[in-house]
């Protein structure tokens, strides 16, 4: 919830008609009045002036009765749009419809500025979407159904069904009209998305985001309802009379909406539940995978039964939604993920768009996620190279620089992060930070010099949302202090990053073993020979025990998603009976076995844990070592121990036992961990392996 000045203020017709078609600076939308219905959106969610409804440009040729006639036009500049080629659609979509006067030209117009807006987070981009999504809404307001009364309207938001009088009101529609009302749920979507500046502005918006949930129901509720029918009349097993295209967009909505309400912390979610708002996890994914015929036994890849030529517009979108889920929101929960089904998603739309830069990079993610990120890299530099947006060039660059953490090759991540630290808006203390680590690891009287100056910058560029501060801002905020208070010294300030930002678990034993461990297993070795009165001794020695024996848990129990080459396997474990690896070489020829590393590693989390009470400042390296320790005692079979440690995680009592030094009993990166430990029960619970 960016405090954004333009959240609040109306948006005029000048600048409407000025900055949608941000391309077309000598051409704007027509002044030619037209009139617009009395629909109920005019009361919900989107406010026009008579000065806008007058402002509407029309060609005085389009007939908004033959509105599903684009639909065709629409599937293209989708498919031209993920093919790679986005710029072209841009231009075809005002080519095509140079008064945005059509339902779905103007619609997709306004999505295109929403997602780039959303990748970007400047303003100027922010406020243009937010102008698009308003003019999308107002046309898809004159293709709606008028509600029939003043009274019916009102009745319609009192009960929040948002259709006036529900099924019945839908089922009255003309297919035009019902298109339009899901239109205009998309545009209320997307208008909260990107308009939530502050907690007044939130409730503003919840509100929106309630009204096109119920809206999306009463849509559900209709295809049922008239599948139903037609199955009575023998005529099933759906309605014929019901396009493919509305029922992708109703099932996406649905889909993304019960998502996001399964998502929810329990607090929260309680709290919502109160406005009659729950969300199924299985029903939810189910539900997205029903556009494209996906199956919902995710145990082993599959195709799908639904091709291109039979699919509904908005299939393509559900698709992007699950791989989203399966391979980002993954970090922080494990109910419903399936790598599996995303290589199966992938697979079949990288077919069809081989220079799609959203699946070239999710691609790249899924590389990551398997502990191959070298093989990532190659992916999101394939994806840079094809991509016109300078906004996807920088979430690009944001994934190449962990990727070049995991493999601690600090020197190539330089020139990434300063190209982050310049271009990219959503993080700046963030890029400093990571760009100020990048130097300090790389070393050199130049390298250090430059770091100096970046650590000094980081807490001068921080940023809040909804009036707090972005967690991995504040950690690194805290950082660059240590960094300044400790004699400009940080102690593996890279690999802590990388363990922050949920890297070392996918790291691959090879580096793990060649690069993260020789490096820690040095520093714990000249800290133990080191006075304990050094400034940031405990706190430094916690963090080395810390990420020693993550990396150790990691070698003897990889990511369940991990993919290892038989080349891979025979460096790392050697000639089966024979030894001679890189784990014998680095580790020593006692631990042999996954159980004799995963012992060894627990030996260091619970040094951690023992030496809370020394910790000054880094007090969440307790709480950490409780959450690896925990999914470690997983692997080692002892669940009872492995719910005991992820339970004190999340009962938030202080586990450090000394919280003198620590103010209101916080401590960085906290609310991650905490959700990480939950994430970890739930698995622990189901059986699912950690």
């Known amino acids: 919830m960016f405090s954004r000045k333009h959240s609040h203020a109306p948006v005029t017709t000048a600048g409407h008609h000025r900055d949608v078609p941000s391309s077309r600076s000598s051409q704007e939308m027509p002044q030619s009045p037209v009139s617009i219905p009395p629909t109920p959106g005019n009361e919900n969610g989107f406010y026009f002036s008579r000065q806008d409804l007058k402002a509407v440009g029309s060609s005085g040729t389009y007939d908004r009765s033959r509105a599903l006639d684009d639909l065709s036009l629409t599937k293209n500049l989708l498919r031209t749009f993920l093919g790679g080629k986005m710029v072209e659609a841009e231009n075809i979509m005002q080519r095509e419809d140079p008064h945005f006067e059509r339902l779905y030209t103007s619609a997709g117009w306004a999505v295109v500025q929403s997602l780039k807006a959303l990748m970007s987070f400047e303003e100027k981009e922010i406020s243009q979407a937010l102008v698009s999504t308003k003019h999308a809404a107002l046309i898809a307001g004159q293709h709606r159904k008028p509600a029939s009364s003043l009274a019916g309207r009102l009745a319609g938001l009192v009960v929040g069904n948002g259709s006036a009088s529900g099924v019945g009101f839908i089922k009255s529609m003309t297919p035009v009209e019902r298109h339009a009302e899901l239109v205009y749920c998309e545009c209320l979507l997307q208008k909260a998305i ?81 406005f009659g708002f729950k969300g199924d996890r299985t029903d939810a994914l189910n539900v997205l995978r029903s556009p494209g015929g996906w199956s919902s036994d995710t145990s082993k890849e599959s195709e799908p039964t639904i091709g291109p030529d039979e699919e509904g517009l908005r299939r393509p979108v559900a698709d992007l939604m699950l791989l989203v889920f399966h391979l980002y929101i993954s970090t922080i929960t494990y109910a419903g993920v399936s790598v599996g089904q995303a290589r199966s998603l992938l697979d079949y739309n990288l077919k069809l768009y081989p220079g799609g830069v959203f699946f070239l990079f999710l691609k790249g993610r899924l590389f990551t996620m398997e502990s191959r990120p070298a093989l990532g890299l190659e992916l999101y530099h394939k994806g840079m190279d094809v991509t016109e947006y300078r906004s996807l060039k920088n979430v690009a660059q944001w994934e190449i620089g962990l990727g070049l953490f995991m493999l601690c090759d600090w020197e190539k991540a330089i020139p990434v992060w300063r190209e982050q630290e310049a271009d990219a808006n959503w993080s700046k203390a963030t890029y400093a930070y990571a760009l100020a680590v990048a130097h300090y690891e790389t070393g050199g009287e130049e390298n250090i010099k430059e770091a100096l100056r970046l650590m000094a910058k980081v807490p001068t560029v921080t940023q809040k949302i909804g009036g707090k501060s972005l967690p991995i801002e504040k950690f690194a905020s805290r950082k660059s202090r240590k960094f300044e208070a400790q004699g400009h010294r940080l102690l593996h300030p890279g690999l802590e990053f990388s363990y922050m930002l949920s890297g070392t678990p996918h790291t691959s034993r090879t580096t793990l073993l060649s690069k993260h461990i020789p490096a820690l297993k040095s520093t714990l070795s000249t800290l133990t020979a080191a006075p304990s009165t050094q400034k940031g001794y405990w706190d430094d020695l916690a963090l080395a025990n810390f990420l020693y024996g993550t990396c150790l848990r990691y070698v003897a129990y990889p990511d369940p998603e991990a993919i290892e080459t038989e080349e891979e396997i025979l460096l790392v474990d050697g000639k089966e009976g024979e030894g001679g690896g890189l784990k014998e070489a680095v580790l020593g020829s006692h631990l042999k076995t996954s159980e004799d590393i995963g012992k060894e590693g ?89």
């Open 602 to 690: 627990e030996k260091h989390f619970m040094w951690v844990i023992n030496n809370g009470p020394k910790i000054e400042l880094d007090h969440q390296y307790v709480y950490t070592a409780h959450l690896e320790l925990g999914k470690l005692y997983a692997c080692l079979g002892d669940k009872v121990e492995a719910k005991r440690h992820l339970e004190l995680v999340v009962s938030g009592k202080p586990l450090e036992i000394n919280t003198a030094s620590r103010k209101g009993g916080k401590y960085s990166m906290q609310n991650g961990i905490h959700v990480k430990s939950i994430s970890a029960l739930e698995a622990l619970d189901s059986g699912r392996q950690l």
């Open 194 to 274: 990107l308009g939530i500046g502050d907690w007044l502005t939130f409730i503003r918006e919840f509100i929106n985001i309630r009204s096109a949930t119920n809206v999306y129901r009463t849509l559900d509720q209709f295809v049922r309802q008239a599948d139903a029918e037609a199955v009575a009349r023998g005529e099933g097993p759906t309605d014929v009379s019901i396009d493919k295209d509305f029922r992708s967009g109703v099932s996406l909505g649905n889909g993304v909406n019960a998502l996001v309400l399964s998502l929810l912390p329990d607090s929260v979610g309680s709290i919502v539940a109160l």
